[in-house]
């Protein structure tokens, strides 16, 4: 594996977490977005990373300046790729957002950089002709909180070289992820075939009157082990999140119980801005939601 300097475009959401996970692991990272009102945004988000770093993983105060060394910023793209190994792409989930980002991105990129798309729910084939360059692309995507959930799905298309697709899973692994090869397209990835019809079925639960909430939770939570319940994963991930899954479904089927479920989180959570963590309150409130709560699971 050749990567050295690492472009990320987008310090989105996951964005900003790849770039300061590659920095902390000593790669030089340019972070690039579309203006430097952005960037600025994205530089104090790496501040309160940092405490994330420090609480989660012990990392030491060196560590995180060095860190910052590694770091660096700019709001034109050919600037941003002109060094560049390796360009990971985080921009908006949007398939012709991307498609223009890749065109122009394949005019100024230099010849050695390989592409690799963040989308958790788009499939590289949609974008492998825009990139210019085909068998150097491929999707290496990242759960959110990466320092922590560190997963690293590596997938493919049909023409994506062997030795890029490899170079990518050293790649993951160099940075502190567990690399996950996918051997095939899937839509969803490994993570998101688990996890969205497990959302789905919670919220068809609580739609249909079935039951409510912390009881679907509490069911899953005694009966898995696991530390979360379905409706805790919606409030992390965000209910716009689950809005727009279920809306996009619900236009192209009709399907009547996802349409009652896209009137269900617009009247109970997207109109009253509870959206989950971010907002403090979505299916409980933040902090101390009541599924921490040591009597939660009597």
């Known amino acids: 594996m050749n990567f050295k300097n690492i472009t990320i475009a987008g310090s ?7 770039a300061f996970q590659a920095a902390f692991h000593g790669f030089d990272v340019t972070v690039y977005d579309i203006n430097d009102e952005v960037l600025e945004k ?15 993983l012990g990392a030491l105060q060196d560590q995180l300046d060095a860190a910052y060394q590694h770091l660096h910023y700019s709001s034109n793209l050919a600037e941003a790729v002109k060094d560049a190994d390796l360009l990971i792409e985080a921009v908006p989930e949007n398939p012709q ?27 590289p084939s949609q974008f492998a002709e825009a990139t210019g360059r085909p068998e150097k692309f491929a999707a290496l995507h990242f759960a959110n909180n990466i320092w922590k959930q560190n997963t690293a799905e590596v997938m493919g298309h049909a023409g994506t070289d062997k030795a890029v697709f ?8 160099a940075i502190g992820m567990v690399a996950l090869p996918l051997h095939k397209e899937q839509p969803g990835y ?10 789905s079925a ?53 399907d009547p119980l996802k349409l009652k479920t896209v009137e269900y989180l617009k009247a109970q959570f997207i109109d009253k801005n509870k959206l989950g963590v971010a907002t403090g309150a979505g299916f409980y409130t933040y902090p101390n939601p009541a599924y921490q709560d040591k009597d939660f699971l009597k």
């Not at 959401?13 to 790849?18: A, K, P």
């Not at 530089?43 to 609480?55: G, H, I, P, W």
């Not at 005019?107 to 729910?121: D, G, M």
């Not at 490899?166 to 692994?173: E, M």
């Open 12 to 18: 989105g959401v996951l964005g900003y977490q790849i």
């Open 42 to 56: 994205a530089k104090a988000k790496f501040v309160t990373m940092s405490e994330a770093f420090k609480r989660d």
């Open 97 to 123: 957002i991307k498609i223009d980002f890749y065109q122009k991105l394949s005019k100024v990129a230099p010849a050695k950089t390989v592409f690799a798309t963040n989308s958790s729910t788009l499939l």
């Open 166 to 173: 490899d170079d990518l899973l050293q790649f993951a692994t």
């Open 190 to 199: 490994i993570l998101n075939s688990l996890l969205v019809p497990l959302l």
């Open 202 to 254: 919670a919220t068809d639960l609580l739609v249909n009157g079935v039951t409510d909430a912390e009881t679907v939770d509490k069911t899953w939570m005694i009966a898995t082990g696991a530390p979360m319940g379905p409706f805790a994963i919606l409030d992390v991930v965000g209910i716009t999140t689950a809005y727009n899954i279920n809306k996009m479904i619900a236009e192209k089927t009709q």
